[in-house]
């Protein structure tokens, strides 16, 4: 990869349990993956060339060596690295895992053994070591949890290498179906300031659960004050007990001009997750739902912004955010 700069990113990170479990294609995976795929992608834009480094166990290193050959399989300039930790490494796996793993490895460019001997748990760490004194750059799917990932990301900082973190349990992650046929325990929507709730999925709110309606138009500020803020009510849907947000990020409604107002609509997720956050304390248990194009649809805004503000969310409450959308 002669000619134009390399840089050399190695991956640590949690194992199946701590992500979107055994299923690389669950939408948290598929969440995680996309995260990594935008961060190569902005190495590329500036001219770069990528070794991936993926130590090759199962769960995030997986994740990422998908990742990576898929981007070297459309033809953009990267390489992948399987650095092994031991000889029998993949051997007490399930059978699928397996073939993975195999899969993988035979579509290395490079593969490394840190070790020749057979499996040792601390050789885990000998195989991360050898990852982050290879790479440039380093990237933790690291929820701040002890152990072995915790591990390889305080070596990290010991040799003073960048470190990319992105925690697993602060994602915008996509899913296909109904918000509110959802488990959710927050639906959180755009309103306008004028308590119509009149089209969209205001309007089913407003049928379903008539006491989200009832907070909006019964509220005593004024329809300027709402902007930027939100009300919200307790419900009983299908499954459980849901609290469901009137998010004020427009102050009017139609279809002629953008009515959705980035900052307000920032300020209304920003405010109600902070007082969701004082009441009880810990929210990074909860599933928050929104709909799909939130604040687009009906709102004129620009998804690539709204969805910028969401994973702002995500990250600064530790939140997983899901996004509804019926169909394909």
């Known amino acids: 990869m002669a000619g134009k700069q390399t840089i050399r990113i190695a991956l640590t990170g949690h194992r199946p349990s701590r992500l979107g479990g055994y299923d690389y294609y669950s939408p948290v995976n598929i969440a995680i993956a996309f995260k990594l795929r935008e961060h190569l992608l902005s190495h590329i834009k500036q001219g770069k060339k990528i070794i991936a480094i993926g130590g090759m166990a199962l769960g995030a290193d997986t994740i990422f060596a998908l990742v990576a050959l898929k981007l070297k ?11 092994i930790p031991c000889m029998n490494h993949e051997k007490k796996w399930p059978k699928e895992s397996q073939e993975m793993w195999h899969s993988i490895v035979d579509q290395a460019d490079f593969v490394t053994y840190t070790s020749t001997m057979y499996y040792q ?3 885990m760490q000998v195989r991360n070591e050898y990852m982050v004194n290879s790479c440039d750059e380093l990237i933790a799917i690291f929820d701040g949890s002890k152990g072995g990932t915790a591990n ?5 900082k010991k040799k003073e290498k960048k470190i990319i973190e992105v925690n697993p349990m602060a994602l915008v992650v996509e899913v296909k179906g109904d918000l509110l046929k959802s488990d959710c325990d ?11 709730m009149g089209s969209g999925i205001a309007k089913q709110i407003k049928k379903t659960f008539p006491e989200v309606y009832k907070v909006d ?7 300027k004050e709402k902007l930027g803020k939100y009300t919200y009510a307790r ?4 499954l459980k007990p849901v609290e469901v947000v009137n998010l004020y990020g427009q102050f009017r409604y139609g279809t002629d001009i953008q009515h959705t107002d980035y900052e307000a609509l920032r300020s209304a997720i920003f405010g109600y997750l902070e007082d969701l956050k004082k009441r009880t304390h810990n929210i990074s248990d909860l599933k928050v739902g929104v709909p799909k194009f939130i604040g687009c649809a009906r709102g004129g805004g620009d998804w690539n912004i709204v969805k910028g503000i969401l994973e702002e969310a995500a990250e600064a409450f530790f939140v997983r955010i899901y996004t509804y959308k019926l169909g394909n």
Request: proline share 10%; charged share 5%.
């Open 152 to 156: 390889c990301v305080n070596y990290a």
């Open 73 to 83: 399989k459309q033809g953009f300039p990267v390489q992948f690295e399987a650095a």
């Open 121 to 123: 748990p601390y050789l």
């Open 235 to 238: 419900v009983q849907n299908q």
């Open 186 to 196: 927050v639906m959180m929507h755009q309103a306008n300031c004028q308590s119509t």
């Open 217 to 223: 138009y019964e509220s005593p500020l004024s329809p």
